[in-house]
């Protein structure tokens, strides 16, 4: 069974921060683009990053850039979402997703579906 499971999420502090994993199970990720997404109450799901499958090339969403970081570790099979100075609009269940075909230039883009989606992680900035 093919699927991919988030973890990291949790309660913090503004201005503190959390690293979310994306770990894949029944397939391998070496081949696939992987986006990190997040959706808060309300509104539509947004794209926060992606990574290609050699991890040599990433996407930032605006809001985020500067303050996240992804990577990857094909090794491990597992994505990763470096999450500093979050801030109480960053309250989101985030969400990984895998493909192998998304044009990368739009893998963040809000909307863009993707081939494999995780169940999500949720974290929440508050004081």
């Known amino acids: 069974q093919l699927q991919l499971v988030e973890s990291g999420g949790g309660l913090v502090q503004p201005g503190g921060s959390l690293r979310l994993s994306c770990a894949a199970s029944?397939?391998?990720?070496?081949?696939?683009?992987i986006g990190w997404f997040r959706q808060a109450p309300g509104k539509e799901r947004e794209g926060v990053s992606c990574i290609s499958s050699s991890g040599g090339s990433t996407n930032y969403a605006d809001s985020v850039k500067g303050r996240f970081t992804i990577s990857r570790d094909n090794a491990k099979n597992t994505v990763y979402l470096q999450m500093n100075s979050l801030k109480p609009e960053d309250t989101a269940v985030y969400y990984c997703?895998?493909?192998?075909?998304?044009?990368?230039?739009?893998?963040?883009?809000?909307?863009?579906?993707?081939?494999?989606w995780g169940q999500g992680t949720q974290v929440t900035v508050s004081s």
């Open positions: 997703a895998a493909d192998r075909n998304v044009l990368f230039r739009l893998c963040v883009t809000t909307g863009i579906e993707y081939d494999y």
């Open positions: 029944g397939f391998t990720l070496d081949y696939y683009t």
